[in-house]
């Protein structure tokens, strides 16, 4: 098992600018989760999804978007990079909600100019 | 909404000594998760081990234990034996009961373990 992959490792962006952040996990967990780390302030929940089709919002949710077409994906979409959004993002997955062990991937370093 | 207070940001320690790392939170929940996870210098974050309310009893993982305080919602992680490898970054985490439970994560401490 490869577990949970995210691609790329590292990105620049500009201003204005879009991405996706991809993630993909092989343990066919239902649940998944995109958070950002910043110095200082810990793991801060994006987005969350409880299954395919279904996505929620969490603590920091704005200028992000995500979408749970298949239980394996779930990207992370930038609309219009800001350098507030420079940051380390970590997806996880876990077969339930966050009471249940988290499997990280090993995160990807963005950079806004 | 719960919160997780880590209040040390920084702790070091010496090679096969012990060292607690402490995690207090708020939460008007009867039932709920703690955890601790470890992110070395890869960034690759990991559990350590997980606590359930309810369970009087404090886990164990080999040389990592808690000391957790309901009353006090408090939830410390201690380490014996401490070893190199050991020097990471340390979260403390809550999470409520149900499906689809999030996870509050604390602001984490660095710790570093001296040869």
């Known amino acids: 098992n490869a577990g949970v992959t995210q691609t790329p490792k590292f990105q620049v962006l500009k201003t204005g600018q879009s991405m996706t952040l991809q993630c993909a996990q092989d343990?066919?967990?239902?649940?998944m989760s995109w958070y950002r780390q910043d110095p200082g302030m810990g793991l801060r929940l994006i987005h969350y999804s409880v299954g395919a089709g279904i996505t929620d919002q969490g603590e920091v949710p704005n200028g992000y978007n995500v979408s749970r077409s298949t239980t394996e994906d779930f990207p992370l979409r930038l609309l219009s990079a800001a350098p507030s959004q420079t940051s380390v993002y970590f997806c996880a997955s876990s077969r339930g909600g966050g009471a249940y062990e988290q499997y990280f991937g090993p995160g990807t370093r963005l950079t806004v100019t | 909404a719960q919160t997780v207070t880590q209040s040390q940001p920084e702790m070091s320690v010496q090679e096969a000594e012990t060292v607690t790392l402490s995690c207090t939170y708020d939460t008007s929940e009867n039932n709920y998760y703690l955890f601790w996870y470890k992110q070395p210098p890869s960034r690759q974050m990991i559990l350590v081990i997980r606590?359930?309310?309810?369970?009087?009893q404090n886990a164990t993982e080999n040389r990592f234990s808690v000391n957790f305080q309901k009353a006090a919602k408090s939830f410390s992680l201690k380490i014996s034996d401490s070893q190199l490898g050991d020097t990471a970054m340390y979260f403390c985490a809550f999470a409520d009961t149900g499906a689809n439970s999030k996870l509050t994560f604390g602001k984490g401490i660095t710790l570093s373990v001296r040869p």
């Open positions: 606590q359930e309310a309810y369970k009087q």
């Open positions: 343990m066919n967990h239902e649940y």
